[in-house]
């Protein structure tokens, strides 16, 4: 996806993948310093650990408490922090790390492109409480979501969760639990579904999808899984996660190349690789 949309801007760049561990990420991130990369993305579990070893955050990384991409830049002639893209083949005399978080803008724009869900006044049932899910519980309260309610395996990573979105004051009526009656979306932010013998992501003895008009499992690969057949079988109208790892990864494109990322070629891309079509 990254070196499709790298090739289509014409950068003489290339995506690679490193495999850190968490008590590495430090030095990971200072080596990726010292070799002038443009920048990184970062994956679970480093999101969080990340936010404590970057020079500066962005407000998007401040607001969801996450860093998933990070941009070095450099200090040029007038004291000011420019992208190391900016500085060709010379070297700055110091280099700063940025935090950013691509991740929230990513979920609401998939579920409004993908599912023509609009998030104000909704009902919504969001299952895991973790990384991707504490991130998405915080941005669909703060797009106005009449009511969120929230599910995890560990009933107090859902509880703090819940504290969170209050303490930030935002006007959304927040619980723990299932919800009674229908709701206008259901999320699925476990991993439950990744292999074919995972049970549901949800306790059917407390909820049904036949109560959601529409699923959204984060899970892209399969490109099906059990939860989204059972809820297609029901009536719901179901898409998987491709679009909000579209949307980050072009977001992080933009955030290291100042240019508009070619979605639709990054797209092609992603589902060629995943899906091989």
């Known amino acids: 996806m990254q070196n499709a949309g790298i090739a289509e801007l014409g950068l003489n760049w290339r995506y ?3 495999e ?7 030095a990971a991130i200072a080596g990726a310093k010292a070799m002038r990369f443009v920048g990184v993305n970062l994956t679970v579990p480093h999101k969080l650990l990340a936010l404590d070893m970057v020079d500066a955050l962005d407000e998007s990384a401040r607001t969801w408490g996450a860093v998933n991409t990070i941009r070095f830049e450099g200090r040029d002639g007038s004291n000011a922090w420019q992208p190391l893209r900016e500085f060709g083949d010379t070297t700055p005399d110091k280099i700063r790390t940025v935090g950013f978080n691509t991740d929230a803008d990513a979920i609401t724009r998939s579920l409004r492109e993908d599912l023509n869900i609009e998030m104000r006044g909704a009902r919504v049932l969001l299952v895991g409480a973790g990384g ?17 309610f929230l599910v995890n395996r560990t009933h107090s990573k859902a509880a703090t969760v819940a504290a969170e979105i209050r303490q930030r ?17 259901f999320i699925n932010a476990t991993s439950l579904g990744l292999g074919e013998a995972d049970p549901l992501p949800f306790d059917d003895k407390q909820f049904s999808v036949r109560q959601a008009l529409a699923t959204y499992d984060m899970i892209y690969r399969p490109a099906e899984t059990a ?8 009536g719901s109208r179901t898409v998987n996660g491709l679009g909000m790892l579209l949307y980050q990864g072009a977001k992080a494109l933009e955030i290291w ?6 979605i639709e070629t990054m797209r092609a891309a992603l589902v060629k690789n995943i899906y091989g079509k």
Do not use: F
């Open 169 to 185: 004051n935002l006007k959304v009526k927040v619980q723990t639990g299932y919800p009674r009656g229908e709701v206008d979306l």
């Open 20 to 26: 850190v561990r968490p008590e590495d990420l430090k």
């Open 257 to 262: 190349t100042g240019k508009s990322a070619p």
């Open 132 to 148: 991707a899910g504490r991130v998405a519980a915080l941005k669909l309260a703060a797009e106005g979501v009449a009511e969120l």
């Open 16 to 18: 690679i993948a490193y």
């Open 227 to 234: 939860l989204m057949k059972l809820a297609k079988a029901g």
